[in-house]
DNA sequence: TGTAATTTGTTGAAAAAGCAACAAAAGTAA
DNA sequence: TTACTTTTGTTGCTTTTTCAACAAATTACA
């Protein structure tokens, strides 16, 4: 890609995030975004439809780079080991301010839904690697373990990170295992 | 000015600076440049000559920050007062590792030149209108504490900063004072 | 030494970015 | 409401930047 391209999409997205960490979505302008950027406002039109399309990139491109740091498996942000996990808590640690505006902003649960779309496939495919053999339907149970690690996630990055990346990951992972679990105790004490 | 223009010529000099930090200027390549400033190499030969041509603009460049932020009078790096060769100081001070790669990186006395070339012709108004009586030939006095100044200056930055900024001026001042006054005092005596 | 690998300048064509100007839309305030 | 200001998209044109390719010069090294 002609590194033109890659300047002025960073430059305007970086823009809209700390844009973003400072006042409402719905207050932000394109001028203000062209000039934060130090782009023309043309180049921003080159680019982006308006101010949704850029944050819709600026939220793929994050998870993307959530998903290539933390997952060997492309493509998804899946709960599919105990080190994946921990090192999604670090990437997020690690740019706390950049995730929580993404999280925070008024009225904007784009990035949270996105994390969680994203997550359910990979839930999917774990289960079905693990071959557990359920009672719960697999959908049930995707839903609500993603439910429940986007909703400590979320919890753990405005909360200012209460606990260690570490800490996190090990009480989260314990849940989730007896989570996966249970259903099979049942069967067997049947 | 072409914002892409400022970006461009930033982006090439700050390369430079932070290469010349790291090895010899003389082992410094176009090819690296254009590469730690994430810019095509033709771009490079576009706004610059060589690289010595890029060094010369970092210089003035920088020198003029350093004259505007310190001193009132336009295009001058004098010792017009006290308070001047405060901020003097404390600009350096703020930049120390900008100022001791240009002092320091090998062979390349060009900015230590540079600096005392532009404070002597500000040493010389500042004689002129203090109308100091001198038996001292104006020119010899300019050339003596303009040299001890820059040295003074130059041992500060590249000592890692020894003293203070507020120190380090009030202790130069002193000196200056004295070595404009001695000529007078010899006057009076006799 | 001689050969290979880099670096250097330069070129031309294509893409991107800049800028100014514009009408239409949206927001503000009297 | 009506005027006024700002923002929004869009357009035409110019400049800068990129990229790839090239021969010449320099450097590295066997």
Redesign the pocket.
């Known amino acids: 890609?002609?590194?033109?391209?890659?300047?002025?999409?960073d430059a305007i997205m970086n823009a809209l995030i700390s844009l973003m960490a400072e006042k409402e979505f719905e207050k932000?302008?394109?001028?203000?975004?062209?000039d934060c950027a130090?782009?023309?406002?043309?180049?921003v039109?080159?680019?982006y439809?308006?101010?949704y399309h850029i944050l819709d990139c600026c939220i793929e491109s994050h998870l993307e780079q959530l998903g290539e740091g933390c997952f060997p498996v492309e493509g998804t942000v899946a709960i599919d080991s105990k080190t994946s996990l921990l090192r999604t808590f670090q990437l997020m640690e690690k740019n706390a301010d950049l995730y929580t505006t993404l999280l925070t902003n008024k009225g904007l649960p784009a990035f949270r839904n996105r994390l969680q779309e994203i997550m359910i496939e990979g839930i999917h495919k774990q289960i079905v690697d693990n071959n557990i053999n359920l009672k719960v339907h697999k959908d049930i149970l995707a839903q609500f373990l993603t439910s429940a690690t986007v909703g400590v996630i979320e919890w753990w990055i405005i909360g200012s990170m209460p606990y260690s990346a570490e800490d996190i990951t090990e009480q989260l992972w314990t849940l989730l295992e007896l989570n996966q679990m249970i259903p099979v105790h049942i069967v067997k004490i049947d």
């Open positions: 890609m002609d590194r033109r391209i890659k300047k002025s999409q932000i302008t394109i001028n203000e975004i062209a130090n782009v023309n406002r043309g180049t039109y080159f680019h439809m308006d101010k």
